[in-house]
Structures are given as structure tokens and as C-alpha cells.
């Protein structure tokens, strides 16, 4: 990793920001629920003289890949392999789930969290051709009138 954070602490002032691995306990709400659990090997810029750390861009990937984990949501890359592999577009992937295809992006680069719903979504669309072809024609989700 390059160092990309300053060497001089944003708490105490002083030149002793270094990089140092450290646990960390994460208690995030996602999608409406609370998830806790712990990275014992953490990496942070980590002052020497105060203790105070910075969760920089690598720190927080790391703990967003932890939380998909312990959410059970497919992780960025599976979703890109997945798509990939069956010679879907994101702008057709994104149709077939009803979103923008920013928000597809944002999946696929790490950048966003997909909802739990949609992650299952998500996974019968790339299981089941199926329903793919259902999605595809507009027509054959509507429903007969009951009224």
C-alpha cells in the first residue's frame, strides 16, 4: 500500500503517524440491522504518540468486505464474474433488477452495499435463466385484473 494518509496526526499534531495493525471491533446498521464483529489484524495509519488512527480507503474496504461477509451479500467481484459470465451488460443487469446502472456500478466497484432483498434478487436473476427471460419481456409480468 502507498502512503496515502499524512504523517503528522490530526489529534495531537505531532510527526508520528505510522502505519501499525491493530484490532478493530466494527458495530454498523445495515440495511435497517445491526451487525458487530471484529478484524484482529486491522492495517491504520496510527500515531505513535497518541494512539488515534485513521480508517483510510484500504481500512474501510477491508471492513465493508467483513460486513458482506457476515451479511452474507455477494462481494463486488462475484457480482462482476457472475454478470460477466453470462454476456450480460450492466445496463441489462440493471434493468432486469429495476435499478440505475450507477448503482449496479457502485455494486460492482465497492463503492455501494446492495440490500439484502436485492442481493437475492440478485442471485436468482444470476441462477435462473428463466426468470431472466421473464424480465426481459415487460409484458409477461403484468397481472390480470381481479377487480
Not at 17 to 40: M, W
Not at 118 to 139: C, G, Q, S, V, Y
Request: aromatic share 4%.
Amino acid at each position: 500500500m502507498a502512503q496515502d494518509f499524512s504523517p503528522r496526526c490530526s489529534k495531537c499534531r505531532e510527526r508520528a503517524v505510522s502505519l501499525a495493525t491493530v484490532p478493530y471491533h466494527a458495530v454498523i446498521e445495515n440495511d435497517g440491522r445491526q451487525y458487530e464483529f471484529d478484524i484482529s489484524n486491522l492495517v491504520v495509519p496510527r500515531c505513535e504518540n497518541c494512539g488515534n488512527f485513521v480508517l483510510h480507503d484500504d481500512a474501510n474496504r477491508r471492513i465493508t468486505a467483513e460486513l458482506r461477509k457476515v451479511v452474507g451479500l455477494l462481494a463486488p467481484d462475484e457480482i462482476r464474474v457472475h454478470r460477466e459470465r453470462l454476456g450480460l451488460s450492466q445496463d441489462e443487469l440493471a434493468h432486469h433488477l429495476g435499478i440505475t446502472t450507477p448503482t449496479l456500478t457502485g455494486w460492482e466497484t465497492g463503492a455501494l452495499i446492495q440490500p439484502r432483498s436485492l442481493d437475492r434478487f440478485l442471485r436468482a436473476i444470476l441462477t435462473m435463466p428463466e426468470l431472466r427471460m421473464k424480465l426481459a419481456d415487460e409484458h409477461s409480468l403484468e397481472l390480470a385484473s381481479t377487480v
